[in-house]
């Protein structure tokens, strides 16, 4: 079992819709939880970042951490063509260990269609 | 601010041969820096951590006498395929973060693209 389990899709939305994304994990020793996007061919860009359960607020992205479930979620507002790329949920513990070790979801590819 | 980027941005090279990928920092020092491969419609996936001036920390599983890899300085570090098989073909991609930065602070390259005849 990954340790890191993410929907590769595709995932297809309508112009202005809503795009909800999530990853799941089993290692409970993740405490910091991030989100990138990637375009084809381009290296992954962060978007969300945080180390809390709950939600986090940015313009139109909103991340929510769930550890009690170790689920997470990424949701796009008012999605954009602009906004087709793949998301790529990762993780990690940052103990001594794993410092800067990010663990990876498979990466969710999203399509937004005008 | 805080770019990273990558040389070459795709190179094909005959099998045997070596390949040397350089990750730079344009704007920013970076103390550590990571090389990660990707193959198509996978995920990300961790080779090693380089510091600079000693020595690089490999993943399980990866060669380190295979992906040579040396963080000269605090701006650069490289990663050569010695030997390069087909086998060997990927996007490798680099991120480093900074010196003032938290481990979760990683901004990453463009990737490289590695084609091996």
Same mark, same amino acid.
């Given at each position: ?11 297809? *939305?309508?112009?202005? @819709?809503? *795009?909800? /994304?999530?990853?799941?994990? +089993? ?44 689920? !997470?979620?990424?949701? !796009? ?10 998301? /790529? ?24 269609? %005008? | ?24 920092? /344009?704007?920013?020092? @970076? ?14 996936? /961790? ?24 963080? @000269? ?10 030997? @390069?098989? %087909?086998?060997?073909? +990927? ?18 390259? %463009? ?7």
């Amino acid at each position: 079992q990954k340790e890191v389990e993410q929907d590769p899709g595709p995932l297809s *939305v309508p112009e202005g @819709a809503i *795009v909800s /994304l999530n990853c799941t994990y +089993s290692n409970s020793a993740f405490q910091y939880f991030m989100w990138y996007r990637q375009y084809s061919r381009k290296g992954p860009e962060l978007l969300m970042y945080t180390y809390s359960s709950g939600n986090k607020e940015d313009g139109r992205f909103t991340a929510q951490v769930d550890k009690s479930s170790k689920y !997470i979620s990424l949701f !796009i507002r008012d999605s954009q063509p602009s906004d087709s790329a793949t998301y /790529l949920c990762a993780m990690s513990s940052m103990t001594t260990d794993s410092w800067g070790k990010l663990q990876f979801g498979a990466g969710t590819q999203v399509v937004v269609t %005008p | 601010g805080a770019v990273v980027s990558q040389h070459p941005s795709w190179v094909i090279c005959k099998s045997g041969t070596s390949v040397k990928i350089e990750c730079r920092s /344009l704007d920013f020092q @970076a103390t550590t820096m990571f090389w990660y491969r990707q193959f198509p419609k996978q995920s990300l996936m /961790l080779m090693a951590t380089s510091n600079e001036g000693s020595k690089a920390t490999y993943e399980q599983g990866v060669e380190k006498d295979k992906f040579l890899i040396n963080h @000269a300085s605090l701006t650069l570090s490289t990663l050569t395929v010695t030997s @390069a098989h %087909p086998e060997d073909s +990927s996007f490798y991609i680099c991120s480093a973060t900074p010196l003032a930065g938290g481990a979760d602070t990683q901004y990453f390259g %463009p990737g490289t693209r590695l084609t091996v005849l």
